[in-house]
C-alpha cells in the first residue's frame, strides 16, 4: 500500500489499532502508546516530513520506529530532556558529553562552553575557562554563570524534533535553510525550543536530515525496499546496540503485522475538528481558487462551486496546492479587522502557526515570545495579526504574495 496520509487497520485508524492491538504484542519493544491527535496531526505533514506526497509502506515504518523512540511515542516535536550536567557530562550508558568539538573524527561544529562564557564576559581566568571546556559539570560555579550557561552550545544544540538532531552543524544544516535570513547562532536557547515546538518546522528539519547526503539517499532507497538497518544507522547517529536491539525488531514486527492486515486510506478533511461555519469554508474555498493552480480551481466549480461544504472536492482541490492549513486559514481571515474571539483553541493555534511561518520576523516573534501557537488568543496574537495585514498586499484574487 502507498502510504499518503492517515490510514486504517481492518478498518481502524491507525494510531488506535496500535494502541488498542498491537502494542500488547511486544510491551519491551513498544512500551508507550501513541498520542493520537500528535500523530494525526503529523500525517498531514507528510510531505514536509518526507518530501513527498506519498511514501511506501516500509518507508513509513521507518519513519515511524524512528519518530516512537525519538519522542516517546507522542509524536510531538520535542527537545532532549534533561539537565545541563545531563549534557555536559558523558554517562555509563554510551551517552557522550555534548561540550565537544568533535564526535569520532567528525566537526560537530560546538563550541565550547569555557570558550563561549569567555567571550561573553561571564567568566576570565584561565581555571574557570578550562573547568567549562572540561566535561565535568561545575555545578559550583556562580549562579549568574550557570544561568547564561543554557545559551551555550552544549545545552542550545541538544537533541530536537521528531528525531532528536543534536550538534550545531546538524542545526546548521536542517534548521538554518527554514530561518533565514536569521542566522542560527543568533538564537537563544527558548527561540530554538519555540522553532522546534511548530510541527511543519520540524517536519522540515527531519526532512533536511535525511535528504542532506548521499549516504541519507541511500538509506532511504533501501528503507523502501524493506532494509532497515542503513536508515537506522543514519537517524540515530550509528549507534549500533540500538538498531540491532530496538530499531530493527520493531521495524520487521511492525511490517509483518502491517502485511497481514488489510489497510485503506483514511478519508480526513484538512478542516476536521475546526468546526468551521460555512461562510468561512466559503472564503477558504475561495483563497484555493484565487491561487491559480488550474486543477484545483477545475475541482471547485465542477463539484459545487464555492459552496460552504468542505468534501471530498475541496479537499482534493486543497491537496494539490502547496500550501499548508495554517496559511491557507490566515490568508481566509485576512479581510477580517481582527481575529474573532469566538475562534476555538484549533483555529487559533493554525493562525498562530501561519504568523510564525509568514516570513516576517517581528511577526513570528510577537507570536513565539508570548507561548507560540498555544491555541490561546492574546494581545500579542491580535498584534501579529494585525502586523502582518500591514506587511502583506492586499491581492484580489486571494493569492498568497507579499
Not at 555536559?88 to 567528525?106: A, D, I, L, M, T
Not at 569567555?118 to 573547568?131: A, H, P, R
Not at 475562534?343 to 507561548?371: I, M, T
Amino acid at each position: 500500500m502507498i502510504i499518503k496520509g492517515n490510514f486504517a487497520v481492518n478498518d481502524i485508524p491507525f494510531a488506535q489499532w496500535f494502541n488498542e492491538s498491537f502494542r500488547a504484542s511486544d510491551r519491551f519493544l513498544f512500551p508507550n502508546p501513541i498520542n493520537v491527535l500528535y500523530f494525526e496531526d503529523l500525517m498531514t505533514h507528510l510531505k514536509d516530513l518526507t518530501g513527498k506526497a506519498q511514501i511506501s509502506l516500509n518507508e513509513f515504518i521507518g519513519h515511524f520506529a524512528i519518530i516512537y523512540n525519538e519522542t516517546g511515542g507522542t509524536f510531538q516535536p520535542l527537545r532532549e530532556w534533561g539537565s545541563m550536567k545531563y549534557f555536559f557530562e558523558p554517562n555509563s550508558r554510551g551517552k557522550v558529553s555534548y561540550n565537544r568539538v568533535n564526535v569520532n573524527q567528525w566537526d560537530t561544529g560546538n563550541r565550547l562552553a569555557g570558550d563561549q562564557l569567555l567571550e561573553w564576559g561571564l567568566i576570565s581566568t584561565k581555571e574557570e575557562v578550562d573547568v567549562w571546556n572540561g566535561q565535568e559539570f561545575p555545578s559550583d560555579a556562580p549562579r549568574e554563570v550557570i544561568l547564561r550557561a543554557v545559551d551555550c552550545d552544549f545545552y542550545r544544540f541538544r537533541g530536537g524534533g521528531f528525531n532528536q538532531i543534536t550538534w550545531r552543524n546538524n542545526y546548521y544544516t536542517c534548521l538554518q535553510p527554514l530561518i533565514a535570513p536569521r542566522d542560527i547562532d543568533s538564537l537563544s536557547e527558548k527561540e530554538i525550543n519555540d522553532l522546534i515546538r511548530d510541527t511543519k518546522i520540524s517536519a522540515r528539519m527531519f526532512l533536511n536530515y535525511i535528504s542532506n547526503s548521499p549516504q541519507a539517499r541511500e538509506a532511504i532507497r533501501q528503507l523502501s525496499e524493506g532494509s532497515f538497518t542503513e536508515y537506522g544507522m543514519l537517524v540515530s547517529g550509528g549507534w549500533v546496540y540500538y538498531v540491532q536491539r530496538l530499531f530493527n525488531p520493531r521495524c520487521v514486527l511492525l511490517q509483518q503485522a502491517l502485511r497481514e492486515a488489510r489497510l485503506s486510506p483514511l478519508m480526513i478533511y484538512a478542516i476536521d475538528g475546526l468546526n468551521l461555519p460555512p461562510a468561512m469554508i466559503k472564503r477558504l474555498q475561495e483563497v484555493i481558487v484565487g491561487q491559480g493552480n488550474i486543477e484545483a480551481s477545475r475541482l471547485i466549480w465542477q463539484f459545487g462551486g464555492i459552496d460552504g461544504i468542505w468534501g471530498p472536492a475541496t479537499q482534493a482541490a486543497y491537496e494539490k496546492l502547496d500550501m499548508h492549513l495554517s496559511d491557507l486559514l490566515l490568508w481566509a481571515y485576512q479581510e477580517f479587522e481582527s481575529i474573532p474571539t469566538e475562534l476555538n483553541p484549533a483555529q487559533v493555534r493554525l493562525l498562530q502557526k501561519g504568523l510564525l511561518s509568514s516570513g516576517f520576523a517581528e511577526v513570528a516573534d510577537l507570536v513565539r515570545y508570548s507561548g507560540g501557537a498555544d491555541g490561546i488568543l492574546g494581545e500579542n496574537t491580535q498584534r501579529a495579526f494585525l502586523l502582518w495585514k500591514e506587511k502583506v498586499e492586499k491581492p484580489s484574487t486571494g493569492r498568497l504574495e507579499r
